[in-house]
Structures are given as structure tokens and as C-alpha cells.
């Protein structure tokens, strides 16, 4: 975890002033812009893989609530948009291996994920990012996810929302999966 800030001085010297950071007790609270989000997003999924659940998730909550408020999320599918990287992250939807289905990590707290996506604007990238989610980790959340999938896709553009064919293959093989095992249980 080479890139995760030790001491209250360095988060402030690699945000180059930027940011603020308060000390409230023993919780440090860190506001950033999001072009310091890179060694953010990719240290804290780091910091996932070791069994340290709920402190991940504890971390994992402070940069959804910051997501879930930003005021770029507005336009986060124009081209070129800031945080398309900082919500990839949060939804945990990238740097598995292609045979990762599951992860212990997520079990007792898959609704974060959840909320999330339901707190989040319509977008296709949102979208896109959860689907994804669900396809690398998160097959344990269906049929329950495909509720929500169908709503969002009746509260946007669905032609929009599976554009990026990334995202609708995702959705493809997560539905093929999902038929598969239901036909072989009934």
C-alpha cells in the first residue's frame, strides 16, 4: 500500500492544497477533488483484499457518500466527464481475475453497493458500473439485482444505459448464469 497517505501532512502534500483535511477525534474526514482520486480509488480496493471487512467497508462508505453528493455526478456521461473512475472504483467492478465470481468480502454488506446504485442519477455509467459489479462479484445478489436493473432501464434510456457494450454483455451473461442455475434447481 505504497501510495496510502501515512500522516496528516502527506494527505495534504499530495492533494497540493487542493483538498482539506480535518481531524475529528480518531475519524479523519478528507475532502478531495477528483483529480487526486487515483491513488485514493485503486489503494482503497487494496486495502479490500485483506481481511479487514469492516474497515474496508467503513472507507469504502466515505468515498460513496462523497460520490453519492458530488457535484460532477450531474454529468458524469457527457464525454470527457471527471469521476467516471472514482464510481468504477466504488463499485467495485474492475481489476478481478476472469474467473472471480465471489467475494467474501461482500457478504452482509452487498445492499451498500445496492443503495448506492439506487441513490445515484440515471446514468449509463452508473449503470454500466453496477452491472458490471454484479457480473465479477456479485451474482449472489439475483435475481434480487435484476428488479433493480428493470427499474433504472424504465427510469432512463435503456438504448443509452446499454451502449456501452461493456456493461451489456455483462448483463447478458448475467442473465444466461442466472437462467442457467434456475432451470437446473427447479
Not at 48 to 64: D, I, N, V, Y
Not at 106 to 112: I, M, N, R, S, V
Not at 143 to 152: K, L, V
Given at each position: 500500500?505504497?501510495?496510502?497517505?501515512?500522516?496528516?501532512?502527506?494527505?495534504?502534500?499530495?492533494?497540493?492544497?487542493?483538498?482539506?483535511?480535518?481531524?475529528?477525534?480518531?475519524?479523519?474526514?478528507?475532502?478531495?477533488?477528483?483529480?487526486?482520486?487515483?491513488?485514493?480509488?485503486?489503494?482503497?480496493?487494496?486495502?479490500?483484499?485483506?481481511?479487514?471487512?469492516?474497515?474496508?467497508?467503513?472507507?469504502?462508505?466515505?468515498?460513496?457518500d462523497k460520490g453519492r453528493d458530488a457535484r460532477w455526478l450531474t454529468r458524469i456521461d457527457a464525454e470527457n466527464?471527471?469521476?467516471?473512475?472514482?464510481?468504477?472504483?466504488?463499485?467495485?467492478?474492475?481489476?478481478?481475475?476472469?474467473?472471480?465470481?465471489?467475494?467474501?468480502?461482500?457478504?452482509?454488506?452487498?445492499?451498500?453497493?445496492?443503495?448506492?446504485?439506487?441513490?445515484?442519477?440515471?446514468?449509463?455509467?452508473?449503470?454500466?458500473?453496477?452491472?458490471?459489479?454484479?457480473?465479477?462479484?456479485?451474482?449472489?445478489?439475483?435475481?434480487?439485482?435484476?428488479?433493480?436493473?428493470?427499474?433504472?432501464?424504465?427510469?432512463?434510456?435503456?438504448?443509452?444505459?446499454?451502449?456501452?457494450?461493456?456493461?451489456?454483455?455483462?448483463?447478458?451473461?448475467?442473465?444466461?448464469?442466472?437462467?442457467?442455475?434456475?432451470?437446473?434447481?427447479?
Amino acid at each position: 500500500m505504497s501510495g496510502w497517505p501515512r500522516r496528516r501532512n502527506e494527505i495534504r502534500s499530495r492533494e497540493h492544497g487542493h483538498g482539506r483535511q480535518r481531524d475529528k477525534g480518531s475519524v479523519v474526514e478528507v475532502h478531495f477533488q477528483t483529480e487526486h482520486l487515483g491513488w485514493n480509488t485503486d489503494d482503497l480496493l487494496v486495502v479490500g483484499l485483506r481481511p479487514a471487512t469492516s474497515q474496508f467497508w467503513f472507507l469504502w462508505r466515505m468515498f460513496a457518500d462523497k460520490g453519492r453528493d458530488a457535484r460532477w455526478l450531474t454529468r458524469i456521461d457527457a464525454e470527457n466527464a471527471q469521476g467516471r473512475e472514482m464510481i468504477a472504483a466504488i463499485f467495485l467492478g474492475s481489476w478481478w481475475k476472469a474467473d472471480v465470481r465471489h467475494w467474501r468480502s461482500l457478504e452482509g454488506y452487498a445492499d451498500h453497493v445496492h443503495s448506492l446504485f439506487e441513490d445515484l442519477p440515471v446514468c449509463s455509467t452508473g449503470f454500466g458500473d453496477y452491472v458490471r459489479s454484479l457480473y465479477h462479484i456479485g451474482e449472489q445478489s439475483l435475481p434480487g439485482a435484476f428488479i433493480r436493473i428493470a427499474q433504472r432501464l424504465q427510469q432512463g434510456e435503456p438504448e443509452a444505459m446499454l451502449r456501452d457494450g461493456r456493461a451489456a454483455r455483462a448483463f447478458d451473461c448475467l442473465h444466461a448464469v442466472y437462467m442457467t442455475s434456475a432451470t437446473e434447481t427447479s
